[in-house]
């Protein structure tokens, strides 16, 4: 089995995009869910 | 009376007082030391026949399999799970956050002593270990090689944990003039450890790049380095939550009353650093499966480990981290935190021993003697930390 293939950058360009999109959402998202409630006076 | 007398007095008494304090202490007849000491025993049996034997005597180390599990354990994983004492010296030095001064010298003193077993035991795998020398004495330096890197920065980051760590040393053998000018150098040398740390983390990554064609595409990328760093940082956090669980427990009376209440705190905030540590390394891994189309890989034996290790062994546990966090539990924290470290023993093992040359016909199994030794190591280490703990002031309480 040959792994070694040549890799088109460019092929794989959109979904990696997609996959940055989703993470900093998430990241905020997770950021916001790891900061405790702040309390009402 | 002149300076000579005074220095040579003070060494005198030093010399008294170093001989008391290696006197034992507390029960010899404990659980630990029952499993630990024949294992330590028999550690050192096998190095010596392996030291005069050759490597071959006890290891199933061979030219096709030249790095074992001394090498993927010992030194890859352990100086990962060092890496919490540049985090934390980074984060209360150089950011000021004062919460987490009361860990500061326990985990400066894990990573040094990290540091001197695990790289240590580097030398234990060299087939001629006195040529250990030769990247530092400038005999073949060999520039070009990560190795080159790596040695000297192990070096000079043990010396400058060891100038971190000092000013302990000198508060324990009672000179405050010391003391007060080891304190002076402590944030040059956190900078300069920082910079250290974060070179050769990535750097035990880059040792690999030259080893492509062996390693299986689902462990292998350009990017390496990069994911070694990351997970150093969350492995580091994840073996203090560990380590501080375990001492908490053990030396519950050495530690001073301030850093008990501000332990359930320390924790949650380690915890919140590894639940976003794991999340931006599980977004890497994400990101290069993608770039490198390694969809067709997913599917065979290789590809469920390759699965477990990423969603079980980290995704999982970023999510319980996160959810521990924010519902102030701290048993969830714990399992997490052990998942964390078994992940990292998994990835840094998958690296370097379980899918390197993995389409191999002849595989390798560490010999029983191997693990004994890495056991070994590991005890050795504890006795050598617990012995430090118990008489100098690691836990920030005044003897």
């Not at chain 1, 890799?7 to 900061?35: A, D, M």
């Not at chain 2, 150093?232 to 380590?243: D, K, N, Q, T, V």
């Not at chain 2, 669980?245 to 009376?253: A, D, E, L």
Request: aromatic share 18%; charged share 15%.
């Amino acid at each position: 089995m040959e792994f070694y293939y040549y890799v088109n950058i460019f092929e794989t360009k959109g979904l990696e995009y997609l996959l940055l999109i989703c993470f900093l959402v998430l990241f905020i998202l997770l950021v916001r869910y790891l900061s405790p409630p702040i309390k009402k006076k | 009376m002149n300076n000579t007398a005074v220095i040579v007095g003070e060494f005198k008494r030093f010399i008294k007082f170093f001989i008391s304090e290696l006197k034992p202490r507390g029960k010899w007849l404990t659980p630990f030391n029952v499993i630990s000491i024949p294992i330590i025993i028999l550690g050192i049996i096998i190095l010596y026949i392996r030291f005069t034997q050759g490597l071959g005597s006890v290891t199933n180390l061979s030219q096709q399999f030249p790095w074992g599990f001394w090498i993927g354990f010992d030194v890859v994983t352990g100086v990962a799970f060092a890496g919490g004492a540049y985090v934390i010296t980074f984060v209360v030095y150089v950011m000021r956050v004062e919460k987490y001064h009361s860990i500061v010298r326990v985990t400066v003193l894990n990573g040094l002593l990290a540091y001197i077993f695990y790289a240590g035991a580097l030398v234990l795998d060299l087939g001629r270990p006195w040529n250990i020398i030769n990247p530092i004495i400038g005999n073949s330096f060999g520039y070009n090689s990560v190795l080159f890197l790596v040695s000297w920065h192990f070096l000079l980051y043990m010396i400058a944990e060891f100038v971190e760590f000092s000013p302990v040393i000198a508060e324990w053998a009672h000179w405050p003039k010391v003391r007060k000018f080891l304190t002076a150098l402590t944030l040059g040398a956190v900078i300069f450890g920082i910079t250290l740390s974060m070179l050769h983390q990535s750097g035990l990554g880059a040792l690999f790049l030259m080893a492509k064609p062996k390693i299986h595409p689902l462990w292998y990328s350009e990017f390496i380095p990069l994911l070694f760093f990351v997970s150093s940082i969350f492995a580091g956090l994840s073996m203090i939550i560990f380590e501080g669980t375990i001492s908490h427990r053990v030396f519950r009376n050495l530690i001073g009353e301030k850093s008990h209440h501000s332990h359930e705190q320390i924790i949650l905030g380690l915890g919140k650093g590894a639940a976003i540590a794991m999340f931006v390394y599980y977004f890497f891994q994400a990101l290069i499966f993608i770039h490198q189309e390694h969809w067709a890989l997913i599917n065979d034996f290789w590809g469920y480990w390759y699965l477990i290790e990423i969603i079980g062994f980290v995704l999982i546990p970023c999510f319980m981290f996160a959810y521990a966090v924010r519902n102030r539990s701290m048993g969830i924290i714990k399992i997490a935190s052990v998942l964390a470290l078994v992940g990292i023993v998994m990835n840094r093992l998958n690296v370097s021993v379980i899918a390197f040359n993995w389409d191999a016909v002849n595989k390798y199994y560490p010999s029983w003697q191997e693990i004994v030794v890495t056991l070994m190591v590991v005890f050795s280490e504890i006795w050598v930390f617990r012995w430090i703990v118990t008489r100098m002031p690691v836990f920030n309480k005044e003897k």
